[in-house]
Structure formats: structure tokens, C-alpha cells
């Protein structure tokens, strides 16, 4: 069973940056693919970017230019640097992982252990 515990949101004026880190426990991390979903209020969970176990990577459109997926095995995090931002990525963002190392899917379903949440908000 792998834990998730994700942090570094908060708030920030709209161009502004933030770092979110998710720490890895209880898995053998360097095989695991990770993703970052987000979850506005009142939408559905959806997909924002996902690395596969050799440092592949898969966005979103709207993040795509802005956002950048890195992973550190040896600290068995994953991160997500989030520059630009917008009032749009609101959201309470999870990491999750997808047991498949080799497969960057878009879809929650694959993905089977999450973190908490970590909340961000973006002002105008």
C-alpha cells in the first residue's frame, strides 16, 4: 500500500507561481507512473499531468507551457511546478498513483492510491 501526503498550495495573485510536492511511502516509487488531478468546486475531477517511471511526461492543454511534472526517486516525491497561474486553476489538486510504471493514462480510474488534496487558489 503507498501513502500520499501532498503540500505547497495556497494562495497566489494571478501570474504567480507555486511548487506542490507529494511524498511517496509504503511503494517502490522509481517503478510507479505519478499523476496530478485537480477538482474544482462544483466539477468533476480531471487530469493536469502525469510522469511515467523513465521520466516521460503527459499534460493537459490548458496547463501545458505553464506547468512542468518532475519526479526525484531518491526522495520518492513528485512534484508540480505551476508558473502563470490563473484564476482557472482553482482547484483542490491530488496526487495519485497508477501502478502500471509504463502508462500515461488520463483517466482517475487507473490511478489507485491518492493524497488528500491540497488546496490552491488563484486571484485575479
Known amino acids: 500500500q503507498v501513502q500520499l501526503v501532498e503540500s505547497g498550495g495556497g494562495l497566489v495573485q494571478a501570474g504567480g507561481s507555486l511548487r506542490l510536492s507529494c511524498a511517496a511511502s509504503g511503494g517502490t516509487f522509481s517503478r510507479l507512473a505519478m499523476g496530478w488531478f485537480r477538482q474544482a468546486a462544483g466539477k468533476e475531477r480531471e487530469f493536469v499531468a502525469c510522469i511515467i517511471w523513465s521520466g516521460n511526461t503527459l499534460y493537459t492543454e490548458p496547463v501545458k507551457g505553464r506547468f512542468t511534472i518532475s519526479r526525484d526517486n531518491a526522495k520518492n516525491t513528485v512534484y508540480l511546478q505551476m508558473d502563470s497561474l490563473k484564476p482557472e486553476d482553482t482547484a483542490v489538486y491530488y496526487c495519485?498513483?497508477?501502478?502500471?510504471?509504463?502508462?500515461?493514462?488520463?483517466?482517475?480510474?487507473?490511478?489507485?492510491?491518492w493524497g488528500q488534496g491540497t488546496q490552491v487558489t488563484v486571484s485575479s
Open positions: 495519485a498513483v497508477d501502478p502500471r510504471g509504463y502508462s500515461r493514462s488520463t483517466d482517475y480510474r487507473t490511478y489507485n492510491y
